[in-house]
């Protein structure tokens, strides 16, 4: 069964960094695309950034230029660096594996920006 764990939340002061952690298990993921969405307190979840097998990224528009998704295949892990952050990324992240059949969540971690 694919469980996914994600860790490296918590509090940040405006401006200041984080870098979130999803390792995967009970599958070889080197070839699914993996991804990390956000949910702020009363909306709904939103797609935040995609790498996909080969190494291809895309971002949506809010963090284009702050934040980096990466994968380490090796590891079975997917990092999200999170640079000059702002009170607005504060929500639950959860990243997500997809393959051909099906799609895993995590079960999220909480970042918050507050001063």
């Known amino acids: 069964q694919v469980q996914l764990v994600e860790s490296g939340g918590g509090l940040v002061q405006p401006g200041g960094s984080l870098r979130l952690s999803c390792t995967a298990s009970?599958?070889?993921?080197?070839?699914?695309?993996m991804s990390w969405h956000r949910q702020a307190p009363g909306k709904q979840r939103e797609w935040v950034a995609t790498?996909?097998?080969?190494?291809?990224?895309n971002y949506v528009d809010a963090v284009k230029g702050r934040f980096t998704i990466s994968r380490d295949n090796a590891k079975n892990t997917v990092y999200l660096q999170m640079n000059s952050l702002k009170f607005e990324d504060t929500a639950v992240y959860y990243c997500?594996?997809?393959?051909?059949?099906?799609?895993?969540w995590g079960q999220g971690t909480q970042v918050t920006v507050s001063s």
């Open positions: 790498v996909t097998p080969g190494g291809g990224t």
């Open positions: 009970g599958r070889i993921f080197s070839s699914d695309v």
């Open positions: 997500k594996l997809r393959t051909p059949l099906e799609a895993y």
